[in-house]
């Protein structure tokens, strides 16, 4: 077993009202920042899988997102993995 | 002016306590998916931003992180340019 790390972007579909990036946008004016403009709000997960290879990894990671961290309803999701935040990780040796 | 477009990824700071972390880890039994540790939920925010060129983007998108978007107590946040995403915006000619 190797261990992976992944990311879950979760993201408000496009056309799907975001409450939190009007707000994010309602705000610009106050901090003086103008130019910025479709602002999304979205989650991202981060998450360590053990797994025999990536392939394997990914598909564990892509269950958990559809089933568990994104309404397919009014969300996207994308997986990416992470290799720079899982260093520490990366060594581990294959258990076999 | 051209636009860019970027990703602001928040995430809890390492030792923070991260309760929705805990939750999804908690529900990982449930769908029957092994393996899982190391789950962290954060945020993750979309914008497009006008600026003259990218270094001033960035600056824009820096600022708007660390004011707005994010608690610098509990948590870290890093910027990721999204091509990507942006394609269509991607081919904005320079309005000078």
């Known amino acids: ?34 130019g910025v403009s479709a602002v999304r709000v979205g989650r991202r997960v981060e998450l360590t899988v053990d797994a025999a290879d990536g392939p394997a990894a990914r598909d564990v990671v892509d ?7 994104s309404n397919p309803l009014i969300e996207t999701y994308d997986l990416e993995p992470i290799g720079a935040a899982s260093s520490a990780i990366g060594v581990a040796v294959q258990e076999g």
Do not use: W
């Open 1 to 34: 077993m190797t261990s992976f790390r992944f990311a879950v972007n979760v993201t408000p579909k496009p056309g799907i009202l975001d409450p939190q990036g009007r707000a994010v946008q309602g705000s610009l004016g106050h901090l003086g920042i103008s």
């Open 63 to 69: 269950q958990l997102a559809r089933e568990l961290l």
